[in-house]
């Protein structure tokens, strides 16, 4: 009788670590702090527009040349777009699948009720569809001009952002969008320190506010910029 051979593999260490939860938990948390690393650098340069045209068109030409002679022209910018779209992908889904997994854990309602969480724990869910659906717009306004309310100027992001905040829907979808990033990263970030290991009953009391802080910075840097072309402040 001829022995039966073994044909199934086992599977890797990379897809066994994915297939669990603290797995999903922990490319959420690597993924949230990449895009929180990028988002404020790129407040930082958001702000150069306080500084007049020359010096924030001057920014969006040097950030095509990051890296020269050693990289090409936009190589590093795309390199960085990259990581960020990866960042982006990864987060989305690892956060979809532990919800699925969450609501396949609990099919029925509780008999008791749960202590209700907090208003940014609730619309974690929504404020990253929210986010998700406002990325989309603001390459296709300010980076493409696909859909631009004005005559977009390549590399004037001067004038792209005054075009943008000149028409009430731009400041609308802009501001909501920021207000639910606030509250993405306010949980987010703690959250993230939990998951890497980094929260401690003591860390807490540090760990809290400062992702507060943070979040807070983050809005308020965003929304000054809509908020001075809506003033006049800049024009």
Not at 27 to 51: C, E, Q, R, T, W
Not at 61 to 88: C, D, I, K, N, S
């Amino acid at each position: 009788m001829a022995l039966a051979t073994r044909t199934d593999k086992r599977p890797s260490m990379t897809r066994t670590l994915w297939d669990s939860t603290i797995g999903k938990k922990t490319v959420m948390a690597v993924s949230g702090l990449i895009m929180l690393l990028y988002l404020v650098a790129h407040m930082v340069g958001n702000l150069k527009i306080f500084f007049g045209p020359e010096e924030i068109n001057h920014y969006a030409h040097w950030l095509r040349t990051v890296g020269e002679p050693f990289m090409h022209y936009e190589w590093t910018l795309w390199l960085v777009r990259v990581v960020l779209v990866v960042a982006v992908v990864a987060h989305a889904t690892s956060a979809y699948q532990l919800s699925r997994r969450d609501i396949r854990a609990r099919p029925t309602k509780y008999v008791h009720k749960k202590p209700e969480a907090s208003f940014a724990t609730r619309t974690m869910r929504w404020g990253g569809i929210i986010l998700a659906l406002f990325i989309v717009w603001h390459i296709l306004d300010l980076t493409t001009g696909t859909v631009h309310p004005g005559d977009y100027q390549h590399l004037h992001p001067y004038q792209n952002i005054i075009d943008t905040f000149s028409t009430w829907y731009g400041n609308v979808i802009y501001i909501v969008a920021v207000l639910a990033l606030g509250l993405h990263v306010r949980h987010g970030l703690w959250s993230a320190a939990q998951t890497l290991g980094v929260g401690t009953a003591a860390r807490d009391r540090v760990l809290k506010p400062l992702a507060n802080g943070l979040a807070l910075v983050l809005v308020v840097g965003f929304v000054s910029v809509p908020v001075a072309v809506m003033t006049g402040l800049v024009s």
